[in-house]
């Protein structure tokens, strides 16, 4: 049994026939996922993109400039191959798995879809109270686990996650906000399109929002991992729920987690403070794939101290960037494996 030696590693990545450090982030990319993977010679196997849909009771307060009518409708979408999320995982080889977590309209005659409902029409409005039940969000975190489990046991040890959620920039939105002690106005965009209009009722919807929450006196009795639990409860998506516990799981259990952007970085977010005090590394073990064009997302991941990938302009969310960004995974750890060493090539080391 290979025992794994992180100062190896990086010997192993400076003694490639280059010269040292001229592959940029893709020596630093390699030098994570062998540590993630706890090995010199890294691999990549059968790779599971998980889309999770739901629908959110914030959507009621014309926080977007979607109808919710469309989560439904991309999902269905996505079952017969017209999305881009599509096309990416058929470009890109990834087992596209299509998750109802709560939308809004009975998808039971798509059997592509996996049903997983925690309530069916979505989360509550958190303009009044909070989104879900602490019974809802434990069947969230019940069913991250079980998503990534079974891709395991398919084989998988890289996953992406997307999201399908009308209005899911708002919560998100909030949970920057409240995690990084930054104000609202730095952290509201316009979502999928809305206007400068559009933008300042959804900046004054969730401000009143917060505003109640903080009223009720719960960030003053709880801090830390508690706290952080307590605002995914009241402000969370089930989407966005599923996808914070995908993401634990997958840490755990040393799987290539491929983050996406602003409402999946999010969701990293929020689950690196749910295990604050037991992983304080979390992020080191997450890839951040793409910065997209959300108002507050560059931000999010500088406050993060992480770098993303990639930064295309891309606002479509499905985890589409976190597909874009896989040939560039898959370049680092052939690096590892496939590129020559001086000595076996008997070349000089001329650095």
Known sequence: MEVFDSSSLQQKIDNLNKPKGSLGRLEELAYQIGVIQQTLSPRLCHPVHLLLGADHGIEHEDVSVSPRCITCQQMINFTRGGGG???????????????????????SAYPQILSRKVAPHGTANFRYGAAMSEAELQRCFDIGRELVDAAVADGSNIISVGEMGIANTSPSSIWMSLLLDLPLEKCVGA?????????????????????RFK??????????????????RYFGGFEMAVATAVMLRAVEKRIILLVDGFIMTACALMASRLVATRQPDFLDRC?????????????????????????????????????????????????????????????????
């Open 85 to 107: 999320v599509n096309m990416f995982c058929r470009q890109h080889g990834f087992d596209l798995r299509l998750v109802d977590v709560g939308v809004d309209y009975d998808l």
């Open 191 to 211: 979502g999928a399109g809305l206007n400068s209009e559009g933008i300042r009722h959804k900046l004054d919807v969730l401000r009143e929002s917060m505003e």
């Open 215 to 232: 009223e009720s006196g719960t960030l003053d009795i709880l801090d830390g991992e508690e706290q952080a639990h307590e605002v995914l």
């Open 287 to 351: 890839i951040f794939c793409h910065s997209g064009d959300e108002s507050g997302h560059r931000l999010m991941l500088d406050k993060m101290g992480v770098k993303p990938l990639l930064s295309l302009g891309l606002r479509l969310g499905e985890g589409t960037g976190a597909l874009c960004a896989f040939p560039i995974v898959d370049s680092a750890v052939r690096m590892l494996n496939e590129m020559g060493n001086f000595k076996d090539n008997e070349i000089t080391k001329y650095f």
